[in-house]
């Protein structure tokens, strides 16, 4: 019986520490299947030592970017993650990176990088192995492989082997977007519905904020008078959860039919933009969030639906300006016309980075640290709702103000899975001189929880488009994927909320 030599049991000590070290971030997740890709990378390098090479460094790709996924955003977001760079503006990944990828990520990564890549290097330059010792890895490794795939179920292991399930996800979310060419095709084909709104308004401002987190804001308590103008016009301050942690569910589900439970009604389903035009309004979309880059976004596609769009970012991100940029469109807009208008605009508001969202003139707290730059985006988009305020004559005006969904400030984000309750707790506030269904629309909601997945239920409310509330107070919500429905009553608080 033969015997490994010395120099094979060297070499092959060698190749199982290189396949190690490629494989390395993927044990942080999971030791099961780590020893897989180490045994993978063993029998490839059996094979030809370019194969090794090849699949050494995509599985070096793969896991880097996967163990930056794992460790920011938790291990069950994967598809939502990377959904969100394909449709995400060119600032958002710009102010991803400014975010999330620090020096010491950055050094972590390109160290990592280079030590692997060094042993790579010396597995092909060195790798001389006799034909039994050949034989003998290949067999070794192979049976380690047909051992641990009858021990593990077959299917559960393949599928979650992310060497394979990240690139698939990858197309499958390519895919998954042509589905938002469906919803403009309906649209398209959809007929006008003859809808009246006798609960007339002249103008409906309807103020989409952006990652505002209520507890910050004075007008609900807050100790620091972060919302001035809020104050001084006491408007109805709504409790509110927002259905979703993540803009483009959450903004798709506040105003079109679909709901948390139900997140595919949007793909046929005329939004409240489109109903409003029914009921003789001139619809406005004003969007200081970029627009977005090959594909549509859910928000793109609703903002379509308006009579006149304006997207103040187009394009060009190192402009993604502040939000005191919609007055300037709004200036160039006859807003005192006696035709009935509705408006509806997207601010960036306390989107991170906080500190890129006020101008430093307007900072009303002086201070470098998190809550004191997220605090001053909050006073600044009171401030620029005061100021669209002044752009109105308000005799017979309705304003709707919510943010999409809230943030755990101190975590610096949204969207994370498992989620935290804090990132559902958004304002959500209205006020007019045409106090009747408010007045009604608050004191029947007293005291509750409103689930703003029901927010276009309430503005057919208020414009008499519907007689009936049609408030939910459901506490589900989407925890970053519509596939990932959660109860807000069970989610845990963030420990420095
Ligand atoms: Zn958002």
């Known amino acids: 019986m033969k015997f490994l030599k010395k120099t094979d049991i060297k070499q092959l000590v060698l190749l199982f520490v290189a396949s190690l070290i490629v494989s390395l971030p993927y044990f942080l997740y999971s030791p099961k299947q780590g020893l897989m890709a180490v045994l993978v990378l063993m029998i490839l390098a059996m094979l030809h030592k370019t ?8 599985s070096l790709f793969i896991n880097s970017f996967f163990m930056h996924l794992v460790t920011t955003w938790g291990g069950d977001s994967l598809v939502s993650r990377i959904q969100a760079s394909y449709e995400s503006a060119t600032y958002e990944r710009w102010e991803y990176f400014k975010t999330y990828i620090g020096i010491t990520d950055f050094l972590m990564t390109v160290g990592y990088f280079i030590i692997s890549l060094f042993v790579i290097y010396i597995v092909v ?39 394979v399930h990240l690139p698939l996800t990858i197309y499958k979310t390519y895919d ?45 308590g807050y100790e620091k008078k972060t919302t001035p103008f809020f104050d001084s016009i006491k408007p109805y301050a709504f409790d509110a959860i927002a259905p979703a942690n993540q803009t483009r569910f959450a ?18 389903n005329k939004s409240i933009v489109s109903k409003l035009s029914s009921c003789g309004y001139t619809t406005h979309w004003i969007s200081n969030q970029g627009k977005t880059g090959e594909f549509d976004t859910t928000i793109t596609s609703i903002a379509k639906e308006a009579d006149h769009t304006y997207f103040l970012n187009d394009l060009d991100y190192t402009t993604a ?12 807009i006859d807003t005192k016309t ?18 890129d969202r006020y101008p430093a003139d307007k900072a009303f707290m002086k201070g470098d640290d998190v809550v004191t730059h ?74 509750k929880l409103i689930n703003t997945e029901s927010l276009n239920h309430i503005i057919e409310y208020l414009t008499g488009m519907n007689d009936s509330l049609g408030v939910s107070y459901g506490t589900k919500v989407l925890s970053v994927i519509p596939e990932n429905v959660v109860d807000y009553l069970t989610l845990p608080k963030h420990e420095k909320e």
């Open 374 to 447: 997220y605090d001053n985006s909050i006073h600044y988009t009171d401030w620029v709702i005061s100021e669209i305020y002044k752009r109105f004559l308000n005799e017979n005006s309705l304003y709707i103000y919510l943010s999409d969904h809230s943030e755990v400030v101190q975590k610096g984000g949204h969207g994370y899975s498992p989620s935290f309750k804090g990132e559902y707790d958004i304002p959500l506030v209205m006020w007019s001189k045409q106090k009747e269904r408010l007045s009604t629309l608050f004191k029947t909601t007293k005291g």
């Open 125 to 163: 330059k060195k790798l001389e192995l006799s034909s039994f010792a050949r034989k003998f890895s290949l067999s070794v490794s192979t049976l380690a492989i047909v051992a641990s795939l009858l021990i593990f179920p077959t299917l559960e292991t393949l599928k979650n082997f992310q060497l």
């Open 251 to 268: 903004i798709a589900i506040e105003l079109t039919d679909a709901t948390v439970e139900n997140f595919d009604v949007f793909y046929k």
């Open 51 to 58: 194969i090794f090479l090849v699949a050494s460094i995509y």
């Open 321 to 332: 300006g502040l939000d005191g940029n919609v007055l300037k469109t709004l200036d160039l």
């Open 338 to 355: 006696p035709e009935k208008q509705a408006f509806f605009i997207h601010l960036l508001g306390s989107h991170f980075a906080y500190s």
């Open 176 to 220: 998954n977007l042509s589905v938002i060419n469906e919803r403009a095709s309906f649209l398209q084909k959809a007929e006008d519905a003859k809808i009246s709104c006798p609960n007339s308004f002249d103008k409906i401002i309807f103020i989409q904020g952006e990652s505002a987190n209520k507890h910050h804001l004075s007008v609900y």
